[in-house]
């Protein structure tokens, strides 16, 4: 059975910003003759409020936070109780007060099920705050080297994994909890179509996209913004 996978922030809507309207009304068409599945590191709110709720609950299923809270139709069967133990707490809080970065707006570290979003600008960023530091990021890779830090120190971060999430934050969770979990919930003769703007070496789309390479069950698509996933549906798929 064919199968449709997106990530959502970049992928189905701009960074952090709400899905267009047109394409809004064709992925619900979308939806109705096609299995569609969302697979975002955002916890459910999030997602809602970039999507709203009639997609958000359309769709067959939302793995929500890497994988690690699952939706159905609006409600919550799965849950990891994972929770970030206190010195890697503490690693995040002393990058924070260390930075460089000048701006600084609130909320930098978000407990979500079965993971934690750092970021440095933090969640309260407004538009040009955000570009200011994907700007910053690009000249001094915060970012891949707090990613790097994380999963090569056994120390602070055993069993932990980091990848880079979004625009702006890292996606940290237990070993193996990325977006590649979700693939034990389908069959093996199931052909996946994946669409995610993070399929680079340490992005937190690349896992879902090795593992299908990987397992032969599928294709991806690397896409940079929603335009792409939208011109793409419409021409392929549709």
Not at 53 to 64: H, I
Not at 125 to 145: L, P
Request: proline share 3%; aromatic share 12%; hydrophobic share 30%.
């Amino acid at each position: 059975m064919l199968r449709y996978i997106f990530d959502v922030d970049g992928t189905l809507t701009p960074s952090r910003g709400a899905i267009n309207a047109s394409f809004l009304r064709f992925m619900l068409k979308f939806c109705k003759s096609n299995n569609v599945y969302l697979a975002t590191g955002s916890d459910a709110p999030k997602t809602i409020e970039q999507i709203g709720n009639k997609l958000f609950n359309t769709v067959k299923r939302s793995y929500n936070c890497n994988g690690n809270s699952v939706w159905e139709k609006g409600v919550n069967i799965h849950n990891n109780p994972w929770k970030i133990k206190v010195p890697a707490h503490q690693t995040l809080r002393y990058w924070l007060e260390n930075t460089q970065f000048p701006h600084l707006t609130g909320t930098h570290i978000e407990e979500r099920p079965g993971m934690v979003n750092f970021s440095i600008v933090g969640r309260g960023a407004n538009t040009e705050q955000r570009a200011e530091y994907v700007k910053w990021d690009k000249e001094y890779n915060e970012r891949e080297n707090m990613a790097l830090y994380i999963n090569y120190n056994d120390d602070e971060f055993k069993d932990v994994t980091a990848t880079v999430g979004g625009e702006t934050g890292i996606d940290i969770g237990p070993t193996g909890s990325d977006k590649s979990q979700i693939l034990k919930d389908f069959n093996k003769s199931d052909i996946i179509i994946f669409f995610g703007d993070g399929i680079f070496d340490g992005g937190n789309d690349y896992t879902l996209a090795q593992a299908i390479k990987k397992k032969g069950v599928g294709r991806t698509h690397k896409v940079s913004r929603w335009e792409e996933t939208y011109e793409i549906l419409k021409n392929v798929y549709s």
